[in-house]
C-alpha cells in the first residue's frame, strides 16, 4: 500500500466510533446519538461524515465548549494520530479552511486560499507575530506542506472534499514561518 492508502485506512479506522452528543442528520434531523461516525443515517441513508464534514468546516473556534465543539475536538484527535500531528495542529487548519471558505461564498478553495485563510485566522488568534510562530510551530504547523498534509487527513477521514485537480503538492512552498507574515500583521476588522 501507498503512504497514503494506509493513512486512509488507518482514518477509516479511527473513524469507528460512536457519537455521544446529540446531532442531527444533514439530511433528515434525525438525532444520531449512539451511531459510529462511519456509518449512515438510519432514516435517510445520509452517510454520517456528510453531516460531519459540514460541522468540521463550518467556522468555529477551536475552543468552542459545549457539545459540538466535542465532537470537533474527538475528530480532530483522530486525525491527528494517522497524520501525526498535534491535535491543536489540526483544529487550527479545520478553522483555516472555515475562513477561507467564508471568504470565497463557501465554494471550495485552493490550497493558495487556504493558506490565506490560516494567515488570517492566525492574525485574529494570536496577540501577536512571535506568539503565533510559537506556537504554529508547536502544533506541526511550520510550512505549507505541513498544512497539505493536514488537510489530505481530514479528506481522507471524509472530513473535507478533494475537488478534481487537487493534490497535496499544491501545498508546496507557500509559506514557512518565516515568511507568512511577511506583508504585516493586521489586527482583524
Ligand atoms: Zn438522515
Known sequence: MTDAATRGAQVIEANHFSIDIDIRCAGCEYNLRGLTVD?????????????????????????QAGSLGKLRRQLATKVA????????????VMDALGVARRRHDNRHVTARE?????????MAYFNDIDEARDLLAEWGLRTSEDVGRIVFGLISAG????????????????????NLFASGWLDPE
Do not use: K, W
Not at 81 to 92: C, K, N, S
Not at 114 to 122: F, K, M, V
Not at 159 to 178: H, I, P, R, V, W
Open 39 to 63: 456509518s449512515r443515517c438510519p432514516e435517510c441513508g445520509m452517510p454520517i461524515l456528510e453531516t460531519l464534514r459540514s460541522l468540521a468546516q463550518a467556522f468555529v473556534h477551536q475552543d
Open 81 to 92: 494520530a494517522v497524520v501525526g500531528v498535534p491535535r491543536d495542529g489540526v483544529l487550527f
Open 114 to 122: 487556504l493558506c490565506d485563510g490560516l494567515r488570517e485566522r492566525a
Open 159 to 178: 472530513l473535507a472534499q478533494a475537488a478534481e485537480g487537487d493534490s497535496e503538492s499544491n501545498f508546496d512552498g507557500l509559506f514557512t514561518l518565516d
